[in-house]
C-alpha cells in the first residue's frame, strides 16, 4: 500500500525535512499525483493536437548559383584589363549578391514572370483562420502591415518565402524558397534566379558598353596629345641646332677652374681686410708687429733682430753701469733710433698692404665675372638640352598610352562580341516532395513532449503548495499533537471596536484552555503561588507567535489574572515602540540578564494601560551573546515572575533559527507551537518538532494561526449584534 504524504509517521521522517529529492523520491511524487497529472496531460495535449491538426506545412524548393573567379561585377572597370583574371570574390561581393536577389528590382521582373505563366502568390481566401492569424501575428505578419497594393504585397510575398545563403567559403549561393505547394515553389524560385541572371547580364553590358566609348574617347585623346607633342619636338630640334656633346664636359672645366681661383682670391681678400682692419686699429709699434704679414716680412724682421739683440746687451750693461753712464746714454740712442727705423719700415709695409687688397679685389671681381658668363652659357645649353629630352620623354608616353588604350579599346570590343556571365545556375531548382520542418507528426511528438513536461511540472507545483499548512490541516491526525486554538485572520473581517467578533472568541477561548490547564492537574507538582509558565514556538519566524501572546495576554487579563509577556527573542526583539501596549519601554530585558538593572526595578517601568506588563529587549544582541544569556540567566527570570504573576507568557526565538527557543520551551509548564496558514511549510515543522523531541520536549498543543473564521452557532453574526452584545 502506498503511503500517504500526510502520514504522521511519514512526515515525521528525515526524507522530508528538506525538499532534495531524488529520482526515485520524483516518480513516487509523481505516481501520487497521478490524477492531476493525467488531467493535466490529457487537457494539453488534446489542445495541442487541435492547434496541430490545422497546421499546413510549406514545400522548399532549392538552386545554386555559381559565380567565375575571374570576372567582378563589382568592379566594372576591370573587365578585359590585365591583372583582372585570378582575383577571388570577396565575402562582401557575395553579400552583395545576396542583398540584389532578394532586392525590388529582381523580385518585380521575377513578378512579371510569375504573372505570364498564371502563378499567383496571394490566392488566400479573403477570411483567415484563427490559426492563421495567430501564425501572422507570431511572425510579426499582421493584417495591418498589409498595404492595399497587390503588386506590393505579393512582392512582399516573395521576399518573405526567399532565402539566400553562401555555400562554405565557396562562390555559391544557395537559394531557396518557401510556399504552400511545391509547384508554386519551384516556379517562384526559377523566376527569381533567371530574373537575376538576366538583370546581372544586361547591367553587366551596359558596364562594358558605357566603358568601351570612355576608351575610345579616351584613345581619339591620346593621339591628338601624340600629334602635338611630336611637333613641338620636331620645331626645338630644328632651332637649338646640332649640340655637342664634348662641349658640355669642356664648359663644366673652365667653370670648376675659374672657381678654384675666385676662392682663393676670396681668402687673400679675407686676410687682407682682416690685416688692414688690425693696422687701422694699431696705436703703436707692437700693435703693427702683432700683424702677421708686417711681422713676417724680411726687413722688418731683420729689424726686429737687431732691437732684440740691442736690448739685451744694454740690459747686460745697465746692470754694470746704470743708467747715467756715458756708455749706456749711447745705448739708449742706438735702442731709440732702432725702434723708429723700425716703426718706420712696419708702416711701410702696412701701407703696401693696401695696394695688395685692392689688386686682389679687383682680380677676385674679374674672375668672378668671367665664371657668372661661362655659367650663363652653361644654363642656356642645359635648357636647349633638357628641353628636347623632355619632349622627347613625353612623346614616348604619348606613344605608350596611345598603344595602351588601343589594346583597350580592341579588349573590350572582343568582350562585348565573346560576352559570357559570371554567374551561373550550377543547380536547377528542385520540386520538393515532402514539406519542410515541422511537419505535422514533428508538431504531433513534440505536443506529447510538452504534455508531458507540463504534466509533470503540475505534480510538482501540486505536491509543493501541498507542502503549506492550510485551514483544512489537522494537528491531530498529522503531527499527534491537539489543536488548542484557530486564531482566524483579521485582514477582511468586519470590526467592532478594536478587532472582530471571531478572533475575540478564538484569543478568548484560548485564555480559558490556560486558565484551566493552570488549575489542573498539570500544576500539581509546583506550589499553590506559583503561577502558570506559558511558552510559545514557531519553526521559523513570521507564523504570529508574537500576535497570539499579546491575545492571549489581554484575554487572561481580562480575566482578572495577573499577566507578563517575557520576549526572550533577543536576536530579533519585536521593539516596544512599535506596539500600543508597550507603555514606555523603561524595561530591558538583557539589562537584568545581565545584573545591571534589578528585576523588581526593571517590572516597575512595565506598567500599561492594557493591563498586563512587558519585558523584552530594545535592540537585537548577538548570537552568541543572547545565546549565553538566556541559558544562563532566563531560568532564575522565569522562577521570579512564577512567584509574582499568575500567568508568565514566554514569546520564544524560531526554532530553526536559534537554539535559544528549544531552551526556553524547555522551562515552561505549557508549550503552544504557532502554525500559520499559507506560510507555515510541513517540512519546516517537521524538523522543528524533531528537535524538540531530541530535546524530550513535546508541545501540549498547536495554535492555528491565520485560518478562516468558523461561525459559532453555524451562521454569521451580524455587525449591529456583535456590537450589541458588546455593549
Excluded at 447 to 470: E, G, K, N, T
Amino acid at each position: 500500500m502506498t503511503d500517504h504524504l500526510n502520514d504522521p509517521h511519514r512526515f515525521g521522517s528525515s526524507d522530508t525535512e528538506r525538499f532534495d529529492p531524488s529520482l526515485r523520491d520524483l516518480l513516487r511524487i509523481f505516481w501520487q499525483r497521478r490524477g492531476v497529472a493525467t488531467l493535466v496531460f490529457v487537457s494539453v495535449l488534446i489542445m495541442l493536437l487541435t492547434v496541430i491538426g490545422n497546421w499546413q506545412g510549406t514545400y522548399r524548393s532549392v538552386a545554386e548559383i555559381g559565380f567565375s573567379q575571374d570576372r567582378l561585377t563589382a568592379e566594372p572597370s576591370q573587365y578585359g584589363l590585365p591583372g583582372s583574371e585570378g582575383r577571388h570574390l570577396t565575402a562582401q561581393e557575395i553579400e552583395t549578391a545576396i542583398a540584389e536577389i532578394r532586392g525590388q528590382q529582381t523580385l518585380s521582373t521575377a513578378l512579371s514572370v510569375l504573372r505570364g505563366e498564371s502563378v499567383s502568390l496571394t490566392d488566400r481566401p479573403n477570411e483567415a483562420s484563427i490559426l492563421d492569424q495567430l501564425t501572422e501575428m507570431i511572425a510579426g505578419k499582421s493584417e495591418a502591415s498589409k498595404s492595399g497594393d497587390l503588386e506590393s504585397d505579393e512582392v512582399r510575398n516573395l521576399r518573405d518565402g526567399l532565402d539566400a545563403v553562401r555555400v562554405g567559403n565557396a562562390a555559391v549561393i544557395e537559394v531557396a524558397f518557401h510556399a504552400k505547394q511545391p509547384e508554386t515553389a519551384q516556379q517562384a524560385l526559377l523566376a527569381i534566379i533567371e530574373s537575376y541572371l538576366w538583370l546581372r547580364e544586361d547591367q553587366q553590358k551596359a558596364t562594358i558598353r558605357r566603358q568601351l566609348a570612355e576608351v575610345e574617347t579616351q584613345f581619339k585623346t591620346a593621339q591628338d596629345d601624340l600629334a602635338a607633342l611630336e611637333g613641338n619636338l620636331a620645331d626645338l630640334q630644328s632651332g637649338a641646332g646640332i649640340l655637342d656633346a664634348d662641349e658640355n664636359a669642356r664648359m663644366l672645366d673652365r667653370i670648376y677652374a675659374l672657381d678654384e681661383q675666385a676662392e682663393k682670391l676670396g681668402q687673400e681678400v679675407v686676410d687682407l681686410r682682416v690685416a688692414q682692419a688690425s693696422r687701422n686699429g694699431a696705436e703703436n709699434l707692437d700693435d703693427l708687429l702683432a700683424i702677421s704679414d708686417v711681422a713676417s716680412h724680411p726687413v722688418v724682421q731683420q729689424i726686429s733682430t737687431q732691437l732684440e739683440a740691442r736690448e739685451q746687451e744694454f740690459v747686460a750693461l745697465d746692470q754694470r753701469y746704470g743708467p747715467k753712464h756715458p756708455i749706456m746714454q749711447g745705448k739708449q740712442r742706438e735702442l731709440d733710433d732702432l725702434r723708429n727705423e723700425l716703426r718706420l719700415v712696419a708702416s711701410n709695409v702696412a701701407d703696401q698692404m693696401d695696394i695688395a687688397l685692392a689688386g686682389a679685389e679687383e682680380k677676385l671681381r674679374l674672375i668672378t665675372a668671367q665664371r657668372n658668363r661661362w655659367e650663363g652659357r652653361m644654363a642656356v645649353r642645359n635648357t636647349s638640352l633638357q628641353g628636347q629630352t623632355a619632349l622627347s620623354r613625353s612623346v614616348a608616353m604619348a606613344r605608350t598610352n596611345v598603344q595602351e588604350l588601343g589594346q583597350q579599346v580592341q579588349s573590350l570590343r572582343r568582350e562585348m562580341v565573346g560576352f559570357d556571365s559570371d554567374a551561373a545556375i550550377l543547380r536547377a531548382p528542385t520540386l520538393p516532395t515532402a514539406t519542410e520542418f515541422p511537419g505535422r507528426r514533428d508538431l504531433a511528438m513534440l505536443a506529447i513532449m510538452i504534455a508531458l513536461f507540463v504534466a509533470v511540472v503540475a505534480a510538482l507545483l501540486r505536491h509543493y503548495f501541498d507542502q503549506s499548512i492550510d485551514d483544512e490541516f489537522e494537528p491531530q491526525t498529522a503531527l499527534g499533537i491537539p489543536l488548542f486554538a484557530r486564531i482566524p485572520d483579521q485582514s477582511g473581517l468586519p470590526k467592532v471596536g478594536d478587532g472582530s467578533t471571531s478572533f475575540d472568541e478564538a484569543a478568548g477561548h484560548l485564555a480559558v484552555l490556560m486558565r484551566i490547564m493552570s488549575q489542573g492537574a498539570d500544576m500539581a507538582q509546583h506550589d499553590n503561588t506559583d503561577g502558570q509558565v506559558i511558552a510559545l514556538g514557531s519553526a521559523l519566524s513570521g507564523d504570529g507567535k508574537s500576535h497570539i501572546a499579546h491575545a492571549l495576554a489581554e484575554k487572561l487579563d481580562g480575566l482578572g489574572a495577573s499577566v507578563i509577556i517575557l520576549d526572550a527573542d533577543l536576536h530579533d526583539p519585536v521593539l516596544p515602540n512599535q506596539r500600543q501596549h508597550d507603555g514606555e519601554n523603561t524595561a530591558d530585558l538583557t539589562d537584568v540578564m545581565s545584573g545591571i538593572v534589578d528585576l523588581d526595578d526593571a517590572l516597575a517601568g512595565t506598567e500599561n494601560g492594557d493591563g498586563y506588563r512587558y519585558l523584552g529587549a530594545r535592540m537585537a544582541v548577538p548570537g552568541n551573546i543572547a545565546t549565553g544569556l538566556i541559558d544562563g540567566h532566563l531560568a532564575g527570570i522565569i522562577s521570579k515572575l512564577r512567584s509574582r504573576f499568575d500567568h508568565v507568557i514566554i514569546d520564544t526565538p524560531p526554532i530553526l533559527s536559534v537554539a535559544d527557543g528549544v531552551i526556553a520551551l524547555g522551562l515552561a509548564d505549557v508549550r503552544l507551537f504557532a502554525l500559520r496558514c499559507g506560510h507555515s511549510k510541513r517540512r519546516d515543522v517537521a524538523q522543528a518538532l524533531a528537535q524538540l523531541r531530541a530535546a524530550n520536549i513535546v508541545p501540549e498543543g498547536v495554535v492555528l494561526n491565520g485560518s478562516q473564521p468558523r461561525a459559532a452557532y453555524g451562521k454569521a453574526q451580524s455587525a449591529v449584534a456583535i456590537e450589541g452584545q458588546l455593549t
